[in-house]
């Protein structure tokens, strides 16, 4: 039962209703289809290589958001695979923690494994 | 420390809200929603009650309004004589079913190739959504208006009301398996897949029943008349809103009222619990959405739980002691008060 005067749960805002101008669904709303890219014919050498390099760094960093939470096989240097469930990444992509890290001495519950020791990485999504 | 519950309001509608339904939780958290006379219903982020978009369309009132399973697809029934499906990612429509009465529900089957629509002309229709073009299958028997039809057994039973009946059929043979007959008329229904049980509304009555055998498993009665209930997904507790403007809570497995809630101005005509049962949104009569927390005081989507250590007082209300004044009118005051709370946010109301 409520007890008088107890404190009523704070809310961080309200909930945001319609705006009246238009019917929502914003086009580049999160789920949101990511529009077909149309390339422009590249103009020059550098900025065919740097158009490259932005799709592949795009592929990169949509790999990552997909496997969060998801068991990931790594390969690391002399054949060495480890399994973990990834978490998160730091801002410049140089660690990555993990969690469950199957290591050949037992599991890790929480780890860091240095980027720049993984070869490679797979996972199912 | 005790808490008092704060129903987040959701606005934006202009008429009575009569029907709502959550998806299931996706990727980008889960959706609600609501159907109104008002014929523009509405989708929101499920956990913040945040406004995503309104699907523009029906000519007449709203009754009924679902979304499948990952929450790319809405369904709604109209007083227009169509139900519509929609794209819930963009907010276009997709298909108008056109119908010979008033449509009151709408279902989609788990894998939503199929949607169930059922309303006053008194016949269940399947359309296949991949054969846009193909006569719906047919099912009928029921003697008055259906209210409303759900898919139930892994799509393989259909479960339908209409006033004072409820029916079960089988999908595949198209024959009515049993029925249950009440003296009362039918408010609601709600079916739990986790268990097979069926939540079923009327009168001031709360009712359990078998969803396979339709056997009645126990019922509560309530202090006014019940127009919608809903059960917890982890089954603990039951919450139920009617002609009397409140919330009630109780505990599913004795019974017993835990809460009872006013915020509504109007009689609550839906109540369902989210995918996760972390909360239960109400739809009334006074045109506004509510969500309430299951758990009072939990930090949860936008109820934030502040300590009182933390608090920095900007929340806090003045404490002012009414020596004389009995419990009760306490509550008066405190729930009348209730929309003053949001003081640390200026009220936009949209």
Redesign the interface.
Known sequence: MQTPLATPVPVLRLPRGPDGSNRGFAPDGRRAPPKPEVPEPPESRESWEQQARASLRERYLRSLLAMVGRPVCFTLHEGVQVIAHFGATDLDVANFYVSQLQTPIGIQAEALLRCSDIISYTFKP | ??????P?????HTRPVVDLAFSGITP?GYFLISACKDGKP???QGD?????????GHKGAVWGATLNKDATKAATAAADFTAKVWDA???DELMTLAHKHIVKTVDFTQDSNYLLTGGQDKLLRIYDLNKPEAEPKEISGHTSGIKKALWCSEDKQILSADDKTVRLWDHATMTEVKSLNFNMSVSSMEYIPEGEILVITYGRSIAFHSAVSLDPIKSFEAPATINSASLHPEKEFVVAGGEDFKLYKYDYNSGEEL?SYKGHFGPIHCVRFSPDGELYASGSEDGTLR?W?TV??KTYG?????LPEEDSGE???P?INFPETA?EE??EI?SEN?DS??S??P????
């Not at chain 2, 913040?48 to 523009?56: A, E, K, M, R, V």
């Not at chain 2, 009220?347 to 949209?350: D, G, H, N, P, Y």
């Open positions: 420390m005790a808490m008092r519950q704060t987040l309001t959701c606005s934006g980008y509405m989708l929101r913040t009650g945040d406004w995503i978009g309104t699907f523009l990612v963009s907010g809460e969500l927390q009072v005081g936008l109820w934030k739980c502040v929340l806090a209300k404490k419990e306490l509550e405190a209730s709370i949001y640390s946010t009220e936009v109301k949209a």
